[in-house]
């Protein structure tokens, strides 16, 4: 058995695993690697889609492996291949299927590259979340995570096909958790949100890899629709985790994972470790708890939360804390439309049309189709606010705008100032700090009370004005503890920037192998 990790190691996020066991190959993920990809790149200097793959291949973002790549972004007159960087041996294999945990990018965003035919194994809230971020955000040729617009090269640039004569592609999904998808959830599947017709495919069933059989169970993590896997191979069980934590409101997932997984007496443990150097557990009880208790304090004043785009369990936090000031939750488009894909499949999820609390924000700027359709219907059940309603009620609203949003301020101009509550992670790179410190200068010039905004020196918010975010991930010693529960023969420690911690930590008690990008570990 054969694991090769193309991305996760030493590093947060990335995740591309690659597994070869019994004739079998199949990857854990395959996502951004944010770290490599924004030491090159940002928002106005990105991987040019007129030159297909060979950008990519340029930084070393994408795996040297032949056989597993779409076959219409190769430039001719180009030797893409020898992009690659000297030291990474080049492989032909024909992968069986992505196992893919959870719908962050950083995990799922470069399937857009791979070869459509590659079923992505996942559960089924990870693919509705994956298709209405898709369906919701603008074409990016990097985030073609669901489906894929077809290219072909014309004058020497790589260029979307002409619409009417070629739909878009979807992937083939194979759904990990056995949910039968409602007939609205069957549309939602085989929508297109604009002029482009899609070439729908119907998800099947996934319990199985080639001659391998998986188990997928669902886990607690800043997002709705995370799992992690089990695949059987003849050496014995291989566990990957996706990224996990316990102290969510669904913290129980993940302890019922550690508790079935080490019935299986797992070989191998492909374990992450964002904070494996962290003791500080926020919960997210903490949260709605701190985040209410400000929000009494801002009384007849208008309330801004500000948390992580697609974070919907932050979102009904915040509805929580409107629920308990009498105040009703303003939600962009965007939320609404990704609330609506969410309850097709999860029935903890409200409907926002149907929900009390829930209006949604409409937005300065023309809108895309989605949009339109969107606040037409939300309109037509006076289920709108715009920045007048705003304006002259901001005792009524929690407005959710993040730093991006934030221009939309000019036209509500908060009379009798207001509150930004930030409740989102450090600001931990230096692109970060930059942003923290724009924000602020925003939060000033219209004179708003600003909690839990970071230093711009620091990266952290003031320690009275901690515990508004709760991570996504398992910190230290619960992650030691998880690791001693499952009792894995070998650890390989992922998605993590010190995996030496887990060596120090499980030396003497069991073998622990830190990853090299591209090196084969043969077990
Ligand atoms: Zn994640």
Redesign the pocket.
Known sequence: MLVTVYGGAGVIGGNKILLEADGTTLFFDFGINYDLWSQYFEEYLKPRSSRGLLDLFEIGLLPPLKGIYRDDLWPSGEDVWSRIPQYMPIREIHPDAVLLS?A?L??SGHISFLNPTIPIMCSTATAFIAKAIQDSARADFEKEVCYLVPREEKEGLITAQEWRRSPKVQRQFEFVDGVELPPEGEKFWQDSTDGRKIKATYPKEGLRVNSLPIRSFPVD???YGASAFAVETSQGWVVYTG?LRLHGKRGNLSRKFVEEVSKLKPALLICEGSNVDSEVVFEEQMVLERALKAAKQGEGQLIIADFGPRNIERLLTFREVARGCHRRLGILAKDAFLLEAMHLVIEEVPHPLKDDTLVVYREVKRGENWEKDLYARYQAKGKTIGPQEVRQHPEDYILCLSFWDINELIDVRPARGGMYVYSSSEAFSEEQRFDVKRLRKWLEHFGLMSLGVPDPQTGKAAEEEQGFHAS?HIAGSQLFELIETIDPQIVVPIHTEKPHLFSEHLRNRRRVIEPEVGVAIEI
């Open positions: 959870h962050h950083d995990h993590h800043s997002i990224d996504g």
